[in-house]
């Protein structure tokens, strides 16, 4: 015969009755061990310890990639990945999913599901980040130049304890990955408007701040009789403060439509700025429909 556990408490404490024996309603905080923490977000804790997150919604991460948490949101990780480099980079992110934390590991993996992959990535710490620790991880694999949105899994340890988050790509409109910036990635205008065959163009950049050894991703805003011209070509490129060397090649950009938040411009064409400079220059060029193309070049302050 079973009998529950529940029955057999009610029974002992029916004959303990005037001992005091009741049901204690529990104060105490929950605990804010990474096992503890995954259990409302469909996280949950392997027998080798290991702390696996669920895939959960998330904005995109402060390198417009796609953020999953690590130990119930104690920790993020976010995934970017360039084909034309066929590499995978990781980001390690805090709480609030922009902070990165430097950890102390020589390397985090990366599993993909399709096309079948296993990725170590190793560190590569940003100039920000302290002595042997790391925010960043990066790796390469020929199958990272198939164009598509990914899902796997990102797994590493921090502190002797093993986390693992599973992630999934969004697609976005007509534009492959998924890509929305957060309120720290705000649409910036440098200098004036320029004028080019009837066009009024506006270059700049998305996020408040560009930093050396991160990425920046230049904007454009093409707009003709109040309009926004959606059929340009458009692309971009990064070349030192001189203006003599090009420090980053040039990438074609995106259309964007007008949203709530921002307005119809050409983005998604993002660059990397070299450690150890504090200027750079945005070169953008411009191919309108039926009109002689156009180069500007932006300066822009490195952090």
């Known amino acids: 015969m079973k009998i529950s556990i529940t029955t057999c408490s009610l029974v002992f404490c029916g004959l303990l009755g005037f001992t005091g024996c009741k049901q204690k309603t529990d104060t105490t905080p929950a605990a804010t061990s990474p096992a503890a923490a995954t259990s409302d977000d469909g996280g949950h804790v392997h027998d080798d310890g290991t702390v696996h997150a669920a895939h959960g919604g998330h904005a995109a991460g402060p390198h417009d990639g796609t953020v999953v948490d690590w130990g119930g949101g104690k920790f993020h990780v976010e995934f970017t990945v360039d084909h034309d480099k066929q590499e995978g980079t ?6 609030d999913e922009k902070s990165p934390v430097p950890i102390d590991a020589e390397s985090i993996d990366l599993s993909i599901s ?6 170590s990535l190793t560190a590569a710490p940003l100039d920000s980040d ?3 620790k790391a925010s960043r991880f990066v790796g390469t694999h020929e199958k990272l130049a198939v164009v598509q949105e990914y899902a796997g899994t990102i797994a590493g340890v ?3 304890t093993p986390y693992s988050g599973d992630f999934k790509e969004e697609a976005h409109g007509d534009h492959g990955h998924g890509h929305s910036h957060g309120a720290d990635d705000a649409l910036i205008w440098e200098g004036e408007p ?8 506006q270059l700049g950049h998305h996020g408040k701040h560009l930093h050396a050894g991160e990425e920046v991703e230049p904007a454009v805003s093409i707009v003709r009789n109040g309009k926004p011209v959606d059929d340009a070509k458009v692309f971009n490129a990064l070349v030192s403060a001189d203006g003599q060397t090009v420090v980053a090649k040039e990438v074609a950009t995106v259309y964007e439509p007008t ?3 921002e307005p119809a411009h050409y983005a998604q064409g993002a660059l990397a700025i070299p450690s150890g400079v504090s200027k750079v220059i945005l070169r953008f060029r411009i191919v309108p429909v039926g009109a002689d193309p156009a180069t500007f070049d932006v300066p822009v302050t490195v952090e």
Do not use: C, F, K, N
């Not at 320029?194 to 163009?201: C, F, K, N, S, V």
């Open 114 to 119: 399709d096309p079948v992959m296993q990725v």
């Open 130 to 132: 302290p002595a042997g």
């Open 90 to 95: 990781v980001y390690i992110l805090g709480s």
């Open 259 to 261: 949203t709530d938040e």
């Open 194 to 201: 320029r004028e080019h065959a009837g066009l009024t163009i």
């Open 158 to 160: 921090i502190d002797g």
